[in-house]
């Protein structure tokens, strides 16, 4: 009786063995299955910040020879042509009145308030930027060399982006305003910059107006995979120097 009963435990704990193994089999090939699966999700992520680069890229070559004009008063009945003309020549582009465009609008359209109503005279509007495709990349050029002769006249020209870089720079003008507004004096800076290059946007801060050295603030460059702002409230610090002098 006693050798009947070790023979069937036995013969059930060889039973309960082979299952547990075979459940450890199967976790191990679940577990194989499921690195496979996060290394293929790593390489798909990959893949997908690839192309959108690629297409950043794309994107911002066919915008190359765009510019956008802020600022600049509409009037009714007024030419967005002659006013571009006149506010590049007022800027001190040497051809300003010479230099062929593609193309030459004003965005959100031309019309006053309440447009409907006969105007009888050229009462200044409220408008949007005007958008102009210049035939000449060196155009281009020798209008954003004179950029700085704006500052403070509130009016402004800016490179056409692509939406997500220009959402980018939004974020990082609004997050250097508050820096340099900021009522803790640990992290108010004196002057930032928002940095365009390629497909990269990042902040730069000089804590001083006297020093010459930019400091890049940490995390505050564009990832393409991830659209949202990065930039967090911290004093920069020499560590994160990515410019020189001006």
């Known amino acids: 009786m006693m050798s009947l009963t070790k023979s069937y435990f036995d013969q059930k704990h060889t039973e309960l063995m082979t299952k547990i193994l075979s459940l450890?089999?199967?976790?191990?090939?679940?577990?194989?299955?499921?690195?496979?699966l996060k290394e293929e999700n790593t390489v798909l992520k990959t893949e997908v910040v690839n192309l959108k680069k690629s297409c950043l890229q794309v994107e911002l070559v066919s915008k190359r020879q765009n510019i956008l004009l802020h600022g600049i008063p509409a009037v009714q009945g007024g030419n967005s042509e002659n006013a571009t003309r006149e506010f590049l020549s007022e800027l001190g582009v040497s051809n300003a009145n010479s230099m062929p465009f593609v193309k030459c609008y004003r965005l959100n359209g031309n019309k006053p308030p309440g447009s409907n109503t006969r105007a009888t005279s050229r009462t200044t509007l409220k408008a949007g930027p005007v958008f102009v495709t210049?035939?000449?990349l060196a155009d281009k050029d020798a209008i954003m060399k004179n950029c700085g002769r704006l500052k403070g006249s509130g009016k402004s020209i800016t490179s056409d982006l692509p939406r997500e870089l220009a959402r980018r720079r939004k974020e990082l003008l609004s997050f250097g305003y508050n820096l340099r507004t900021s009522s803790?004096?640990?992290?108010?800076?004196?002057?930032?910059?928002?940095?365009?290059?390629?497909?990269?946007?990042?902040?730069?801060?000089?804590?001083?107006?006297?020093?010459?050295?930019?400091?890049?603030?940490?995390?505050?460059?564009?990832?393409?995979?991830?659209?949202?702002?990065?930039?967090?409230?911290?004093?920069?610090?020499?560590?994160?120097?990515?410019?020189?002098?001006?």
């Open 184 to 246: 803790d004096t640990s992290t108010r800076v004196a002057e930032t910059r928002v940095i365009t290059k390629g497909i990269s946007v990042w902040i730069e801060a000089k804590k001083s107006s006297k020093s010459k050295t930019w400091l890049r603030i940490e995390d505050s460059c564009f990832d393409p995979f991830k659209l949202s702002s990065n930039a967090t409230s911290v004093v920069p610090s020499p560590a994160v120097i990515v410019g020189g002098d001006e």
């Open 134 to 136: 210049l035939a000449n």
């Open 24 to 36: 450890e089999k199967g976790i191990e090939a679940l577990r194989n299955e499921n690195l496979e």
